[in-house]
């Protein structure tokens, strides 16, 4: 059971938009910024997502975050093959003084 | 270009030790706080512990706590995670990280597999 609650799964074809969200609690997401990662298979994961928003450089704008409260949200436009991928949040916790990563969403691109 | 490379992954018997370590290049090694992250086979990523860039402040999952020790060696640019007392859930890929700020991981090692069996 992962602190921070993320779909198993998610869907869609070639060129739609797509979001996977994230949910948490006031000791993580609530009171911290709240990162993306993606890991293709066999790979490390690669962070896409910083700071709740920031995009590392080299990450396509087609990839946004957003917070609100104690949730947040990836989007990604323009749906590719190449994003078929486990997305996983992750973010500080200040009542285990830790890291803490949500379970993942495996996405699949139809 | 910056590079993490882990190692001393293995086999090891149940009550077991084993030191990992990962060696860091391209990038001022001392600046920068770090941490190890793991990932059961099949299974999703889970924080193990960080490092602060002096040394000084470390945290661990309560999984890991007693039994792991995360240090580092800035004159080998090194980052070291010493687990004792092996479990056969502690069995993962082990990735070093390094953290950009808000803890957020912007470059990841390749992992070291640590496989805890008899």
């Not at chain 1, 990162?35 to 910083?50: D, E, M, R, S, V």
């Not at chain 1, 709740?52 to 436009?77: E, H, W």
């Not at chain 2, 993962?92 to 991981?105: E, K, N, P, T």
Request: glycine share 12%.
């Amino acid at each position: 059971q992962s602190v921070l609650t993320q779909p198993p799964s998610a869907s869609g074809t070639p060129g739609q938009r797509v979001t996977i969200s994230c949910s948490g609690s006031s000791s993580n997401i609530g009171s911290n910024t709240v990162n993306w990662y993606q890991q293709l298979p066999g790979t490390a994961p690669k962070l896409l997502i910083y700071s709740d928003n920031q995009r590392p450089s080299g990450v396509p704008n087609r990839f946004s975050g957003s917070k609100s409260g104690t949730s947040a949200s990836l989007a990604i436009s323009g749906l590719q093959s190449e994003d078929e991928a486990d997305y996983y949040c992750a973010a500080w916790d200040d009542s285990l003084n830790g890291g803490v990563f949500g379970g993942g969403t495996k996405l699949t691109v139809l | 270009e910056v590079q993490l490379v882990e190692s001393g992954g293995g086999l090891v018997q149940p009550g077991g030790s084993l030191r990992l370590s990962c060696a860091a290049s391209g990038f001022t090694f001392s600046n920068y706080w770090m941490h190890w992250v793991r990932q059961a086979p099949g299974k999703g990523l889970v924080w193990v512990s960080r490092i602060n860039s002096d040394g000084r402040r470390t945290s661990y999952a309560d999984s890991v706590k007693g039994r792991f020790t995360i240090s580092r060696d800035d004159a080998k640019n090194t980052l070291y995670l010493q687990m004792n007392s092996l479990r056969a859930e502690d069995t993962a890929v082990y990735y070093c990280a390094r953290d950009l700020g808000y803890d957020s991981f912007d470059n990841w090692g390749q992992g070291t597999l640590v496989t805890v069996s008899s």
